[in-house]
Structures are given as C-alpha cells and as structure tokens.
C-alpha cells in the first residue's frame, strides 16, 4: 500500500487502463499504452510504447505517481530501478482479474473496489439466464485470430463461455490461445462459430470449413471491432462481453445442445 493516493498514473496494459476509468479515476491517467482505446477519453493521452516495449524516457517524462503493468513485462524491472512506483498484475483469468480490480481499487483508495466485481458478476450471470435450457451445451468455435488462433477452455473467453452454460470444441491440453490446425474443426463440426467480421468473409473458403453445419445453417456470429475488442480483452467490460455472447446464441443457436 502506498503512503500517497496516486493523482498521476500511467497504464501499460489496456485491462488496466478500463479498470482505473471503471474505478472512476479516468482523470487521473496521465499515459497509456499504445492499445489502450477506451474510453474514448483515453484517446487525449500521451502514448508511451506498448506494454512489452514502453519509452521509459516517455513513461518518466510524465512524472508518474503510480504505473501498472503485466507481471509478464521485460520492462518491469527496468521502470523499477528507475525507482518508480509499480504495481504488477495478471488479467488473463477471471479470478487474476478480479484481483487486479480489487487492488487496483485499493491503491486508488477506492472506498469500495469489489463493487466493480459484483456488478460485472452480475451481470455475466444474467445474461447467462437470459439462454432458454434448449441453448444451453452449445457446442462454440471461438476464433481470436485468422492464424487460426482459438479460444481454449483455459483463457478469460473460454471461461466466460462455460459460465455462459457453451461448450468449447478446443480440448483444454491444447492451452488457452493454441493455434490450431483448421482440420480441428472440420472434425468437432461446431454448432455455432464465433469471429471478427473480417475473418467470417473468408471462413467457407477454407478446406473442408464449406460444409461445416455453422456455415451450411447461417450459424456464425460475426463481431465487429468494437464488439470484438471487448471480447478479446479482459476487464470491467466482461458483462457486456457475455451479453454479446449471449446475443449471439439466441439469434444463431441451433437448440441442439442438450440431449
């Protein structure tokens, strides 16, 4: 715990950066990194780098207080030994994320940070109540990117879609982002898919993806890039990431998820 509240905080890691807006501290972010896009208002901020990759002569210059950052960062102990102020966190998982709100709150002196948490808990679990039984067990292709990169059950998006009562055709072992073979899914034939607009244009141009019964039925989600950053990106707008979810299977899905 710090002995001063932090009034000049830079962001390295665009999770965090919602965080402290979510906490309502958006006034007190002086710098971001280079993928931090929202709110809107982060926009008016100096960049400093990405968070693999910050300008430490940008992130001093600034003069902050307090910088968060991934614990994975080469450059946490390099801004360390400059002798600034850093509070290192995970936001890969649901329960890192949860951690991080909370202590990112507390450095805030935030009266109340689990709050933030009840209420994206809430309302990831309406949304999930918002699927009729017959949605539930649908078995969700989730592409990240067009590698093809997929969602696993062990990452923040494969967990959201088992709250959500979806089944994930990745296999655990296989880990939380694995590039996959796209015979992979040729093989689980997917009741639903789940991509950016820009890769579903080209999904039945792959071999063998033609006949997939997503494709055949009209059953694939396609996100937009807005819609998609919230998907992809952990943080305080989890809820609304379920809800888009959610959206998504009541408009494609089959019914055919439970026996």
């Not at 999930?128 to 990169?149: C, D, I, K, N, T």
């Not at 040729?186 to 999904?203: C, K, Y």
């Not at 952990?234 to 439970?258: D, F, K, Q, W, Y």
Request: aromatic letters at 4%.
């Amino acid at each position: 715990r710090f002995d001063a509240e932090p009034s000049r905080i830079v962001s390295l890691l665009p999770s965090l950066t919602e965080t402290v807006c979510a906490l309502g501290a958006c006034d007190r972010l002086v710098g971001v990194d280079r993928y931090s896009n929202w709110p809107a208002r982060v926009a008016r901020l100096t960049r400093v780098g990405g968070g693999l990759d910050p300008n430490l002569e940008s992130v001093l210059a600034l003069k902050p207080d307090l910088v968060l950052m991934s614990t994975s960062s080469p450059a946490l102990p390099r801004l360390r030994a400059l002798g600034l102020r850093v509070i290192a966190l995970d936001t890969d998982t649901a329960a890192r994320m949860r951690h991080a709100i909370v202590t990112v709150g507390e450095a805030l002196r935030q009266p109340d940070p689990e709050r933030l948490v009840r209420e994206i808990d809430a309302g990831v679990a309406a949304a999930a109540q918002s699927l009729p039984p017959r949605l539930r067990g649908e078995r969700v292709y989730f592409e990240v990117s067009p590698g093809p990169y997929a969602a696993g059950p062990g990452s923040f998006i494969g967990e959201l879609l088992t709250r959500l009562g979806l089944r994930n055709i990745i296999e655990p072992q296989l880990g939380p982002f694995p590039k996959i073979n796209p015979e992979l899914v040729v093989r689980a034939d997917p009741d639903l898919i789940m991509v950016g607009t820009d890769a579903a244009a080209t999904l039945a141009d792959r071999p063998g993806w033609a006949g997939l019964r997503a494709l055949r039925r009209h059953r694939v989600c396609a996100f937009d890039a807005a819609q998609f950053d919230i998907l992809v990106r952990p943080g305080p707008r989890t809820a609304e990431a379920a809800r888009l979810i959610a959206t998504c299977v009541l408009r494609h899905g089959s019914g055919g998820g439970v026996p």
